[in-house]
Nanobody, 125 residues
């Protein structure tokens, strides 16, 4: 079982920023597909951002231009920089990873078999 550990969540006001971190083994950072997903109470899980093993990133339309996913191999971290946060971004955010994902839909959560426990993000208006 792969261990993924998220951190960096918190409470911010609308327009604020947060950076989420996901600690993962180096080989996963280097070779696997990784993504950030979120789930708000009473809503289905949705893909937020994902990155292929060779670099190209994909974002949900709702976060394009505001969120940035990045890998830091030196520190074995996956990041999600979130700017201009809105109340609708409030959710539990999860890091996920898998060695094999269909590139046509990196944001489809059922493709990922390895998940962290999540970190809560709350944005107030």
């Amino acid at each position: 079982q792969v261990q993924l550990v998220e951190s960096g969540g918190g409470s911010v006001q609308s327009g604020g920023s947060l950076r989420l971190s996901c600690a993962a083994p180096e080989y996963i950072l280097s070779y696997w597909y990784m993504g950030w997903f979120r789930q708000a109470p009473g809503k289905e899980r949705e893909g937020v951002a994902a990155v292929a093993s060779d670099g190209p990133a994909t974002y949900a339309d709702s976060v394009k231009g505001r969120f940035t996913i990045s890998r830091d191999g030196a520190n074995s971290m996956l990041y999600l920089q979130m700017n201009d946060l809105k109340p609708e971004d409030t959710a539990m955010y999860y890091c996920a990873a898998d060695p094999t994902v269909w590139r046509g839909d990196l944001l489809r959560g059922d493709q990922y078999k390895n998940w962290g426990r999540g970190t809560q993000v709350t944005v107030s208006s």
